[in-house]
């Protein structure tokens, strides 16, 4: 509240204004001044993330971790409350809140966070986010949104990153030891000979992957034989498995004519 003091004189039959004081709490001014400020309400947005996994048995324990990046070129008006995001497994997952205090257009980047967990190829695609905010009567609100992948013009309704799985091959040898008891003459050790199957295969059938989980799941040496001179040991080649499962094999030592044994 202004107070205004007007000194009004009579000067010969002729009034004037001789004094005025604007006064407010014990200050003088030239004028009532009076300020306003005028703020909209601020508006909030959450960004959203979709992740798909591609293999098979994928595991569902994995997290992934993604960012989001303003544009240096943004208005003054964007507050992200957490740059990070992180999803378990495949699914939609968000971002913190974005919160806008002033109207305009602002771009936003979105990455995926390459992890370091065998198996996983990571999706290095740019995502842009664009985020058109305006004043609706004394309101902010959200105009518009797309996301838009790096080098593309079609949006899409969340950013999407997507992960291939496929577990490393392991390898392993069986290992046969050989035993032979009895006075063997001295250089006439025999030399004996071993076999590798597929359980349930039989002799001279075709060396092919069992069906585990309805597709072949691993790889058979070339070379299903394996020998040992005397008592000792000996390696078959590797067996090399593709997928998690139950495996069984059979291994048998050919019979031999050597006189003796």
Do not use: C
């Amino acid at each position: 509240v202004w107070n205004l003091n007007i000194h009004v004189a009579d000067q010969g039959g002729k009034l004037v204004i001789e004094d005025v004081v604007y006064e407010q709490s014990g200050e003088e001014a030239d004028a009532a001044a009076f300020v306003n400020t005028y703020n909209p309400k601020e508006v909030s947005f959450t960004p959203q993330i979709t992740k798909r996994i591609e293999g098979d048995e994928t595991p569902d324990d994995r997290t992934f971790t993604f960012n989001i990046e303003a544009d240096a070129e943004n208005p003054e008006g964007a507050v992200l409350n957490n740059s990070k995001a992180v999803s378990v497994g495949a699914g939609l997952t968000n971002f913190d809140e974005i919160t806008f205090t002033k109207t305009g257009t602002y771009r936003f980047v979105i990455t995926e966070t390459a992890g370091e967990d065998l198996g996983y190829t990571y999706d290095g695609t740019k995502w842009i986010l664009s985020i058109q905010v305006e004043d609706t009567g004394g309101a902010l609100a959200v105009e518009s949104v797309e996301y838009t992948a790096e080098n593309q013009t079609e949006s899409a309704d969340h950013a999407t990153f997507e992960n291939t799985y496929d577990s490393e091959p392991v390898s392993y040898a069986p290992e046969v030891r050989k035993t032979v008891n009895g006075d063997v003459p001295e250089g006439e050790d025999q030399t004996f000979t071993f076999t590798l199957a597929e359980a349930g295969k039989t002799e001279g059938a075709e060396n092919e992957p069992a069906d585990i989980s309805g597709k072949a799941a691993f790889q058979m040496p070339e070379n299903t034989t394996a020998e040992v001179t005397g008592s000792g040991e000996t390696f078959f080649d590797e067996i090399v498995f593709d997928e998690a499962g139950d495996y069984s094999f059979e291994i048998r030592e050919e019979i031999g004519n050597v006189p003796g044994y």
